[in-house]
């Protein structure tokens, strides 16, 4: 077993500062929600993933907890080595049971987690190894794909990328198309895909997961205007703002926005951002499929479609798709 830590170089603050100030200065105002998860960020995520209303996880976590052996075998179909590169790796509480069965399959392989969060990848590496001792980690801290480059420069095996969670549900379709078009530039023919969908559902169902009654999406939102606050010298007041979401069945589109309560000036640094009263901040949208939408995106973009594992109630599935 070894342990590699790789990190992005000075910059991150630079970025930070140049994606929040191209959002607030645009027309609608957006934040990008990759920055969502500081140190704080991460914490409040763990509360959201388990609220009662938030579905998403113990969906997922179930085809995890048993149907790992099936995804083992379905990666491992060929018997080479290869590397586990898993985008957003969060806690790595569902990937683990997927560590596990390659383990116990006596797999060759390597993980590689990558997550933007500094606090996420330390967290792992000096955790999971505890768990799974045997387990090959190297961690990246940074995007996905300049971490992904990276991995393809460390290792020339095969490679099998998860991208769990719903997180290709936090892009527009559109920009999910752009996506897993750029991912599939960084692969190989035979390379391996694991990628996890919200599925189309009862509105109300699908609204309360990001409305909760506990106010604890509100608050997840409302962290990212108090990590400006610190790390950009910031004077958002966060009692000046209101969360609001939204849910469209027709396009599934479920949207978050942060809507100013009064005329106000912020400053973040030296730059002034002006909102009027009931002005929007759009903070995030979760994109929700049917099948269809989710064969077509693969066709689209250089995939083909292999499998699909479902949770018991059908809220989700994570698909495999195979670089064409």
Not at 2 to 20: A, D, H, V, Y
Not at 55 to 62: F, W
Not at 265 to 291: D, T
């Amino acid at each position: 077993m070894s342990t590699t830590t790789i990190e992005t170089t000075t910059g991150n603050k630079t970025q930070f500062l140049q994606e929040t100030l191209t959002g607030l200065q645009s027309e609608p105002k957006f934040m990008l929600s990759k920055y969502f998860y500081d140190a704080t960020g991460d914490r409040i995520f763990q509360q959201i993933m388990e609220m009662e209303e938030y579905y998403l996880t113990n969906a997922e976590m179930e085809i995890l907890q048993y149907q790992s052996a099936q995804l083992s075998q379905a990666i491992s179909a060929d018997g080479t080595a290869f590397d586990l590169i898993e985008l957003g790796a969060g806690d790595a509480t569902k990937s683990i049971h997927l560590l596990k069965s390659l383990l116990n399959d006596q797999m060759e392989f390597s993980y590689f987690p990558i997550d933007i969060s500094e606090h996420v990848i330390s967290d792992l590496e000096e955790n999971l190894p505890k768990k799974l001792p045997e387990l090959d980690i190297k961690g990246l801290n940074g995007d996905y794909f300049d971490m992904l480059k990276k991995a393809t420069e460390l290792s020339d095996r095969r490679k099998v990328v998860l991208f769990m969670g719903a997180n290709i549900g936090n892009m527009t379709i559109t920009d999910a198309e752009s996506f897993c078009s750029s991912l599939k530039q960084l692969l190989s023919p035979n390379d391996l895909l694991i990628i996890g969908f919200d599925l189309k559902k009862n509105p109300q169902q699908i609204l309360a997961a990001y409305n909760d009654k506990g106010g604890i999406t509100r608050s997840f939102n409302l962290n990212l205007l108090q990590r400006i606050n610190k790390e950009l010298d910031g004077d958002f007041n966060l009692e000046n703002f209101e969360h609001y979401a939204n849910y469209d069945p027709a396009s599934g589109a479920c949207k978050s926005y942060l809507i100013s309560l009064k005329n106000q000036i912020v400053n973040i640094g030296r730059n002034a951002i002006h909102f009027i009263e009931n002005e929007y901040i759009f903070m995030e949208i979760s994109q929700k499929y049917s099948l269809t939408d989710i064969d077509q995106l693969a066709a689209k973009t250089g995939f083909k479609p292999l499998q699909r594992f479902f949770d018991q109630h059908q809220y989700f599935v994570d698909a495999i798709w195979k670089v064409d």
